[in-house]
């Protein structure tokens, strides 16, 4: 133990994450390895810059996964959770299940392990990380993708498991535990009959829903009228402490009542500002619990025993891959997002730590089976983010698209003057619009779903990439005029207009655009025009707003063409100093308020512009009943 005591430790975790964190994201390897890699780094085995104490970091640290586990239910409706039922239900429970038996099964054919300790072993490796896999998925933005969706599902579901397993534990205990001192209740329904347990249980939870419901609000909006922002903050840890207390003290997992918490207060007012309050928290608490696993690892054991700790490793993380994929596959599951889901739950999970713990305490297993074991979850977990990165540099560019490569291109069997990149919502309006004006393009779309929709839609869509020389040159690119790019995707755009430029120099680009960095990045090839894609419906529904406040038209219309222009010229300035980050902000700062100068001193000198023109739709609108009157009396006469 150091004596520098808690400003020590402090000191240390913040320095390792600050430096090894932002050395792993330069690395392309995500914050989470960085976490990883500096826990090993000032562990006991390595460094030693923190000794055993870790491990009651590790119990602190874990609150960050209680509070990532609320945010995510802030995330999801109730509506949403409900419709989520197949995937967690089957998923889940076909994945703890069969995983369960299969690692049970082999345990008792490799060991003389006694059938309890081998299904207690078994249930305990099925789970996953849910800290590491959402933080991992988040980062790479792929939690809204079937993979990521169906992987929150499995872990949604271990999370409830960890309930019952706990549950079961004593029950298979195969030897006599004595404790020392007396017996110390855990739980304050501990020693309740087990009908009294499960009536408090499901108490604790209705009482969750209903309090989430209808009193937290209210108390919230209390507490916001105060105008205090720290006592918001305060508030909003309170909650979640408060839950995670209770769910404690009834036996139940932490992570699951708060989960079930936010669910119940994603319709709230203040849905917006606890994530913000939180968020912070989160991703401190789960970067020390990050950093404790790492420091957790038993290189001390590793040495002493480093083919079976390998063995296991790679035994778990195989075992668990299989079972995944053929899980996905049944489920129906696509080839990329299946990998993703498979290579991100091959992992042990935190709660195998405390489940391992439990079962020691209850005579379950013994110390040298579960070391280990132990060993070998937290390495599992340490190399997630790196199995990760290898799914996704190097196995998904050969198997994950293999549906799609799968299909060749369709033969272009037309050219017309205009070639139209990306089909999609956005595209297809260009299309329908040229068309209707008498136009004719050539439709090019990447997605063979999307394709085969708009063909039975009337279109005459062809398959294919775009950024392909071969492709661009049967379109008819050599002959054509304009090349209009409307891909979502900003690389695969970037990679259009390299291909086109380098080909067919005589082809005039325009692109659209996804934000400001894009549309600089896109204005720097030199294209002859590039368009922000909301840009225009912003503006025209912004219109459309000061027209319902009772402005008129001809101040509208004025304000939309001055705002348009002095954005435009503007955009321009911004892109020089788009490199400086407070270069940048300082300039889009006074951007926004000469703008907002501009256009409040044109509404307030307009009565003395006199080429401010008549605003005729109001004038017909205010005289056509006099006009009505005046044509009556002339019919009558």
């Given at each position: 133990m150091h004596e520098g005591g808690f400003f020590y430790q402090a000191f240390v975790y913040l320095s390792a994450a600050v430096v090894a964190v932002p050395i792993a994201k330069r690395l392309g390897l995500g914050s989470v390895l960085g976490y990883l890699i500096a826990g090993v780094l000032i562990g006991p085995f390595v460094f030693g810059f923190i000794g055993e104490e870790g491990q009651d970091v590790m119990h602190f640290a874990e609150f960050g996964v209680v509070m990532m586990l609320f945010l995510v239910g802030l995330e999801l409706q109730p509506s949403l959770l409900w419709k989520m039922r197949a995937p967690i239900l089957g998923l889940g429970g076909l994945q703890v299940l069969v995983t369960a038996i299969i690692i049970t099964v082999i345990v008792l054919i490799v060991s003389s392990l006694a059938w309890q300790t081998a299904l207690a072993i078994g249930l305990t490796l099925a789970l996953s990380s849910t800290a590491i896999v959402l933080q991992t998925l988040n980062e790479k933005g792929l939690l809204k993708s079937e993979g990521g969706q169906n992987a929150f599902s499995v872990l949604l579901f271990q999370d409830i498991a960890v309930i019952p397993i706990l549950a079961i534990l004593p029950l298979l205990a195969v030897k006599e535990v004595h404790h020392t001192g007396g017996h110390e209740s855990h739980t304050l329904i501990e020693n309740l009959p087990i009908i009294w347990q499960t009536l408090i249980v499901f108490g604790v939870i209705v009482s969750i829903i209903v309090a989430g419901r209808y009193l937290i609000s209210p108390a919230f909006r209390l507490i916001a009228q105060t105008g205090l922002r720290e006592l918001f903050t305060a508030a909003a840890l309170l909650l979640v402490i408060g839950i995670t207390l209770l769910m404690t003290q009834v036996g139940l997992s932490p992570a699951l009542g708060t989960f079930l918490a936010g669910v119940v207060l994603a319709q709230s007012e203040y849905?917006?500002?606890?994530?913000?309050?939180?968020?912070?928290?989160?991703?401190?608490?789960?970067?020390?619990?990050?950093?404790?696993?790492?420091?957790?690892?038993?290189?001390?054991?590793?040495?002493?025993?480093?083919?079976?700790?390998?063995?296991?490793?790679?035994?778990?993380?195989?075992?668990?891959?299989?079972?995944?994929?053929?899980?996905?596959?049944?489920?129906?599951?696509?080839?990329?997002?299946?990998?993703?889901?498979?290579?991100?739950?091959?992992?042990?999970?935190?709660?195998?730590?405390?489940?391992?713990?439990?079962?020691?305490?209850?005579?379950?297993?013994?110390?040298?089976?579960?070391?280990?074991?132990?060993?070998?979850?937290?390495?599992?977990?340490?190399?997630?983010?790196?199995?990760?990165?290898?799914?996704?540099?190097?196995?998904?560019?050969?198997?994950?698209?293999?549906?799609?490569?799968?299909?060749?291109?369709?033969?272009?069997?037309?050219?017309?003057?205009?070639?139209?990149?990306?089909?999609?919502?956005?595209?297809?309006?260009?299309?329908?619009?040229?068309?209707?004006?008498?136009?004719?393009?050539?439709?090019?779309?990447?997605?063979?779903?999307?394709?085969?929709?708009?063909?039975?839609?009337?279109?005459?869509?062809?398959?294919?990439?775009a950024s392909r020389h071969d492709l661009l040159h049967?379109?008819?690119?050599?002959?054509?005029?304009?090349?209009?790019?409307?891909?979502?995707?900003?690389?695969?755009?970037?990679?259009?207009?390299?291909?086109?430029?380098?080909?067919?120099?005589?082809?005039?680009?325009?692109?659209?655009?996804?934000?400001?960095?894009?549309?600089?990045?896109?204005?720097?090839?030199?294209?002859?025009?590039?368009?922000?894609?909301?840009?225009?419906?912003?503006?025209?529904?912004?219109?459309d707003a000061l027209s319902f406040l009772g402005y008129r038209s001809y101040q509208v219309q004025r304000a939309l063409k001055k705002f348009r222009r002095y954005d435009e010229k503007y955009l321009f300035k911004l892109a020089e100093s788009r490199h400086e980050r407070k270069t940048f902000i300082k300039t889009g700062r006074q951007f926004i308020e000469d703008l907002e100068k501009m256009i409040l001193d044109d509404i307030e000198n307009e009565a003395k512009d006199k080429d401010l023109g008549w605003d005729t739709t109001t004038i017909i609108e205010e005289f056509a009943p006099f006009v009505r009157k005046l044509k009556e009396e002339s019919a009558k006469e």
């Open positions: 849905r917006h500002e606890l994530e913000t309050d939180i968020e912070p928290f989160k991703g401190l608490l789960l970067g020390l619990f990050f950093i404790a696993v790492g420091a957790s690892i038993d290189f001390q054991l590793i040495i002493q025993n480093p083919g079976l700790i390998a063995m296991i490793v790679l035994g778990l993380v195989v075992i668990k891959l299989i079972i995944l994929i053929v899980i996905g596959r049944l489920f129906g599951m696509k080839m990329d997002n299946n990998l993703l889901f498979a290579f991100g739950l091959a992992q042990g999970g935190e709660f195998a730590f405390v489940l391992f713990s439990y079962a020691l305490q209850n005579g379950v297993i013994e110390n040298n089976t579960a070391n280990p074991l132990i060993a070998a979850v937290a390495i599992s977990m340490a190399l997630t983010p790196l199995l990760m990165v290898l799914n996704e540099k190097l196995i998904q560019p050969y198997f994950g698209t293999k549906e799609v490569s799968d299909r060749e291109a369709d033969v272009i069997d037309e050219k017309n003057q205009v070639i139209i990149a990306g089909f999609g919502r956005y595209g297809s309006t260009i299309g329908r619009f040229l068309q209707a004006n008498g136009t004719q393009a050539t439709y090019l779309d990447i997605n063979p779903n999307n394709v085969d929709l708009l063909r039975k839609l009337g279109f005459k869509v062809f398959y294919g990439d049967a379109a008819g690119a050599a002959e054509a005029k304009l090349l209009i790019i409307a891909v979502d995707d900003p690389d695969k755009a970037f990679e259009i207009v390299e291909t086109a430029q380098k080909h067919f120099p005589n082809l005039e680009i325009i692109s659209r655009s996804i934000n400001w960095y894009n549309h600089y990045d896109m204005m720097d090839r030199n294209i002859q025009g590039v368009y922000r894609e909301f840009f225009d419906s912003a503006l025209r529904m912004a219109a």
